[in-house]
């Protein structure tokens, strides 16, 4: 009998160490496989993401530097009014122009698509990748100096939108007998970045 006790007894201190020792350390041991194993994957994924880096990067570097430049300013990272206006000036000064009551205004882009999307009932953030600005300045000068300014314009990197265009006589020119006259030009411009 007292072997059956006794046997009893090493029965339960075994069930007892297995299932208050032995089943949690074995079930912890589980779990830490499967984080090891998410771990792993994760690594992967990171290693293949660096090579696709590495890819990128050395095909990004057979490009011409120049033409990454002229590819910045054509469509800039950032909004970069001075610039702009440094550029426009140049440009108008190179006519015999002087650029006046320069206005910016900050306008979000696509505003006739975000109009329809709203008007469609669509909610949520904008998926445009690219932001825009919309300036004014009014200048005076010859109607040939006038469409040099608008070539020059034309043929620089930078994309830009005419919004407007007005023209009148310029003031006090009335009765004064000019070779050409002269006209007070009042545009409004829109450019791009990208966000």
Do not use: C
């Not at 949690?24 to 496989?33: A, E, F, N, V």
């Not at 998410?38 to 690594?43: D, P, R, V």
């Not at 696709?52 to 095909?59: F, M």
């Not at 007998?177 to 791009?192: I, N, S, W």
């Amino acid at each position: 009998m007292f072997r059956f006790i006794f046997a009893f007894v090493l029965v339960g201190v075994a069930g007892g160490i297995f299932f208050y020792y032995t089943k949690p350390q074995y079930d912890s041991t589980k779990q830490l496989q499967a984080d090891i194993q998410s771990y792993n994957q994760a690594l992967e994924r990171s290693n293949e993401l660096q090579r696709r880096r590495q890819e990128l990067l050395s095909r990004f570097n057979t490009f011409n530097p120049q033409d990454i430049e002229r590819l910045g300013k054509l469509l800039p990272d950032h909004v970069d009014n001075v610039r702009l206006l440094l550029d426009l000036d140049s440009f108008a000064g190179s006519q015999g122009f002087a650029l006046q009551n320069v206005s910016i205004n900050n306008t979000s882009s696509n505003t006739n698509s975000n109009t329809a999307q709203t008007a469609a009932g669509v909610i949520g953030a904008s998926s445009d990748t690219f932001e825009s600005i919309t300036f004014g300045f009014s200048t005076q000068g010859t109607y040939p100096a006038f469409i040099a300014f608008m070539e020059a314009l034309e043929r620089s990197l930078r994309i830009v939108d005419i919004v407007s265009l007005s023209l009148q006589a310029a003031p006090g020119t009335e009765g004064i007998v000019l070779p050409e006259p002269v006209y007070t030009f009042d545009v409004v411009l829109k450019t791009y970045w990208l966000k």
